[in-house]
């Protein structure tokens, strides 16, 4: 079955440090995958997509993802977080022509 | 939010009674969705269409139907509303499906006494 998982409900990252909120995926075929972010009573905004090429993909609000076939995963990345960056973040994979989105992560930036 | 509006944004409705929920979308784009966010499930699909009297079932498409009569209009309908379609519920959009990015309207949060 074809499926994206994020293993953690919650992270909490201090203020200018790295954060990593974690994706691992399950498809057949090559995998398209995405991250969207949703802020408080707001729709979801895309951030980011890999469909093919650079393993390291870069993205809106200085947020990256690497995509490591090896390890099914595709983790969304900051060098140094903002408490601006505290919201809730959504791994997607493509499945037959549509997206599967993941439980979502909340992210705490602690200032 | 791209384009997207959706009405109502807000309801409050009793067990058995009709709901209609409106997407309209200026971008002319092909493809719309229905999807509700609950906690610890996610974003889960409803309907989807691909076109004007196109649609099809998404992961969670029981007690709902959807229509599609306008390239610009996507409406959700909960037949017989329970207490269990209680949820916010996201129109989106995208050019293409599967791997083109998806805009998301700005929700309508729905309660079912």
């Known amino acids: 079955a074809q499926s994206v998982a994020q293993p953690e409900d919650q992270v909490n990252v201090a203020e200018g440090n790295p954060l990593t909120v974690k994706c691992t995926y399950s498809v057949s075929g090559n995998p398209y995958l995405f991250w969207y972010v949703q802020y408080p009573n707001r729709g979801l905004q895309f951030l980011l997509k890999?469909?093919?090429?650079?393993?390291l993909v870069k993205g809106s609000y200085g947020f990256e993802a690497e995509f490591n076939k090896s390890q099914t995963s595709f983790h969304l990345k900051k060098p140094s977080a903002l408490v601006s960056d505290s919201a809730l973040y959504f791994c997607?994979?493509?499945?037959?022509?549509?997206?599967?989105f993941g439980k979502g992560t909340r992210l705490h930036i602690l200032p | 939010d791209a384009g997207i509006t959706q009405s109502p944004r807000h309801k409050v409705t009793e067990t058995g009674t009709p709901v209609t929920l409106r997407c309209h979308q200026t971008e002319n784009h092909r493809y719309m969705y229905w999807y509700r966010q609950d906690p610890g499930h996610g974003l889960r699909l409803i309907h989807y269409s691909y076109g004007v009297k196109d649609t099809d079932k998404g992961e969670v498409s029981d007690g709902y139907s959807v229509s599609r009569s306008k390239t610009e209009d996507f409406l959700l309908t909960l037949e017989s509303a329970t207490s269990s379609q209680t949820s916010v519920y996201f129109c989106?959009?995208?050019?293409?499906?599967?791997?083109?990015?998806?805009?998301f309207g700005p929700g309508t949060r729905l309660l079912v006494l």
């Open positions: 989106a959009i995208s050019v293409r499906s599967g791997q083109e990015t998806q805009y």
């Open positions: 997607a994979v493509r499945a037959d022509d549509k997206i599967i």
């Open positions: 890999y469909i093919t090429g650079d393993n």
